[in-house]
């Protein structure tokens, strides 16, 4: 997987966050294609968090690097 590429993809989608007040940090990727991503601002106490991250965050980094296979926010 190309981080740099990752990277790309967590930038473009972070002002669609920063919008509502929420924001989103790159922590890592590792080498069996998880993304590990941090959810920040108003992503953190959301209620809608898991479904931001499942139906935005990870289908924009997954249509922009095919080869990621999951996306998980961590602390």
Do not use: N, W, Y
């Not at 590792?30 to 935005?56: F, I, P, Y």
């Amino acid at each position: 997987m190309d981080v740099e590429e990752i990277k790309k993809a967590v930038e473009a989608v972070r002002p669609h966050l920063q919008m509502d007040g929420g924001d989103v940090e790159f922590v890592e990727a590792t080498e069996d294609g998880v993304v590990k991503v941090r959810l920040l601002g108003a992503c953190q106490g959301c209620m809608m968090r898991q479904m931001t991250l499942s139906k935005g965050i990870a289908e924009f980094i997954k249509k922009k690097v095919p080869e990621v296979k999951d996306v998980q926010a961590v602390s």
